[in-house]
Structures are given as C-alpha cells and as structure tokens.
C-alpha cells in the first residue's frame, strides 16, 4: 500500500524548507524554497501550507530554520531565541491545534538540551522534525485502514476543503480514507464541496482526487443539500483543526452546515483525524479559537475580480464548530471513536 500519493507538499532541503505554493494550484504546481522564519510564517498566513498537520510540520520546520539562523551559541540565549520562534510562529494562524502541538515538541527538544553545543542540539531539532514527520505519515495511514472498513463499494461520498495529501505528509486524513478504500478495489465516487472563499475543495481535492484516480465531482457549496437527496450520498468524510475533550471540533467554514443537512438526511458524519490535533485542554468546542480573515477574501473572486460593493461589511471566518451531537465517528488512528465521544475519547487519550 503506499502511504504517500503523488504530493510531497514539505521537505528541509539543504538549510531551507521547499513548499508547494499551494495558492497556485491547479494552475500550476510551483515550488518554492522559505529561506527565512519570517518566508514560512507568511506562507502559513496566506495558505501556501494550508491543513492542520502540514501547518504543524511547517511551524517545525520553520522552527528547524530559525535555531540554524540563530546567533546565540550558549544554553539560555538558544532557550531564549526558541521561546521567541515558538510565540512567533503559533501567530500565523490560531485554530489548527497542531501547530502548536508540534512547536511545543521543538521547544521540548531545546529545553532538554542542557549543556550541549548548538550543532547537537540542531541535529537533535532535525531528528524531532522527523519524527513529526514520520509519525503524521503513519496516523494518516493507520486512519485510512479504519476509515475504509465503513467505506462500500458503490458508496457515494462527500468532503468539504482539502483534507489530503497537501494538507499533511503527503497522503492525508479523510481524502486518505477515500484513497485507501480506492486502493482496497473498493468503487467510490467523490463529490466536493468547492469551499468558498478559498476554493480548496475546487483547487486542491479535485486535483489531488483525480491524480489518485477517484471518481470526483466537483460542486457549489450550496449544492450539497440537493445532492444528499438525490444522490442517495453514503458518508460524508471530514478533516478537523482541533477537537475539543467532548468530540467538538472545528474544520473549515461550512462543515458545520454540512453536518446539520447529514443529519437531517440520516448521513452518516464522521470526522478523520490524527492525535495531534486533539486538544484535551479545552473542555468543547466554544473554546476554540476560531480564524477570521480579510474581508478580500469574499469580496473578490479568488482575489481577481471584485463580486460585492466597495465598503460592504463582511464576516469571514476560516472555521466553524461542529458539535459532537452530530458526528456519527471520529475516525483516528487508533480506531473509529464513537459516543460517548467525552469517555471515549478520554480513555484512548486522556492518558
Ligand atoms: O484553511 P485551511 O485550508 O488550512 O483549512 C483546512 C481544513 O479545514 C482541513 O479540513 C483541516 O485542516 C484538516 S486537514 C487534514
């Protein structure tokens, strides 16, 4: 089975971090090398990385870059000069918890260092990038054999934003269910959601569903409702943000939306999701930070032509809470959970 599809949206490459410019695609798939900190935090900002684990990798990374960029050689200006990196880099973006997540495992690294040379502790940095790394590809994939033990062949499925490849490792949570059940022989066909304002279900699912070979049709946001009716749709398969103690959890504007239309169909909702993005210390979903973006977003289409009047006040915000009510599984790696989602996720976790 490959754990990987065609993507490799991340790499350190000889002291810089290479990108998938993923504002680019479908047009164009354009790579670009972040030399500085400051080049990764605004790729974070304006969505080159996009995803809650391939933000988590980029902040590691970009953590990586500012410790071999850093002057200091002695242990408490290193220490000092993590603190820093790690509060500037979790301001690029607030809800993905996996950011934040992975610049604590970075800065853990630094503050365990005691008495070593930089060069040891920047080893020990890459070693730690790795891991993160390596463990995202294997909860992607572990999600996926779960994942596809509900997915039938004949099934029509839904999705919403961009929860594959590019948004992690390089093979992803719930688009990585759809690929493993494709790999299984299994005969899906994929619909998906657009996403507006930023359009990744138009540019980056379609795009990635069509290179792995999936069935895929793309459609409006506001179409989803029409086709669960008539469409007979068998699953909707989500990505997350941050997951809250009792199951919450916030992935991109319009999953909320899409949960209420699933319940009122009898869909069956589930949500795909690694450990690093749950975030026990909050005790639901009120609790999360939630985005909110230039208004630009929305007032233009994908920033070139203007849609709205000049001064229209707008309400852009990149996620929304779905309540744990509505979903009918969290599919992790380590196995689906399912209601009580409090108890249950505590006694997989909560340890
Ligand atoms: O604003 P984005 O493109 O970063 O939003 C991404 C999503 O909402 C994804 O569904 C989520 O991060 C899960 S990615 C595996």
């Known amino acids: 089975m490959k754990q990987k599809t065609f993507v490799n949206p991340i790499e350190w490459r000889n002291g810089t971090v290479r990108i998938i410019d993923q504002t680019r695609l479908p047009v164009e798939l354009k790579y670009e090398d972040c030399a500085k900190v400051s080049d990764i935090w605004w790729a974070i900002k304006k969505l080159k ?66 008495d070593k040379p930089k060069d040891e502790v920047l080893r020990e940095l890459k070693d730690e990038v790795e891991r993160i790394i390596d463990e995202d590809i294997k909860m992607c994939f572990r999600m996926s054999e779960y994942g596809s033990k509900i997915i039938h062949s004949g099934d029509r499925l839904l999705t919403v934003c961009n929860a594959g490849g590019l948004a992690t490792s390089g ?27 930023l359009l990744q279900g138009a540019r980056l699912t379609t795009w990635e569903l069509m290179h792995n070979g999936i069935d895929t049709t793309l459609i409006c946001d506001n179409v989803a409702a029409d086709v669960m009716r008539r469409f007979k749709i068998s699953g909707i398969f989500v990505g997350a943000d941050r997951i809250a103690a009792n199951g919450d959890f916030a992935n991109k ?40 973006r230039d208004k630009k977003e929305v007032t233009s289409l994908y920033f070139k032509k203007p849609i709205a009047p000049l001064g229209v006040s707008v309400f852009n915000p990149a996620f929304d809470v779905t309540p744990h009510g509505l979903v009918s599984g969290i599919i992790t ?10 108890e249950n996720i505590r006694s997989i976790y909560g340890k």
């Open 49 to 114: 990385v996009r995803g809650a684990p391939l933000i988590g990798i980029a902040g590691a990374l970009g953590f990586l870059l500012g410790m071999h960029k850093a002057r200091a050689k002695g242990r408490s200006s290193l220490r000092k000069e993590a603190k820093k990196l790690h509060a500037y880099l979790s301001l690029s973006r607030p809800t993905a918890v996996n950011l934040s997540w992975a610049l604590s495992r970075m800065q853990d690294v630094v503050d365990s260092c005691v």
């Open 171 to 197: 093979y992803g949570t719930a688009l990585g269910v759809f690929y493993r059940a494709h790999e299984d022989g299994k005969n899906i066909k994929v619909y998906a959601c657009e996403t507006r304002p």
């Open 333 to 342: 790696e380590k196995g689906i959970i399912r209601a009580p989602f409090k």
């Open 253 to 292: 504007i319009g999953t909320y939306s899409l949960a209420v239309l699933a319940n009122y169909h009898k869909i069956p909702f589930y949500c795909a999701a690694p450990f690093s993005t749950f975030d026990l210390s909050i005790s639901c979903g009120r609790q999360i930070p939630i985005e909110e």
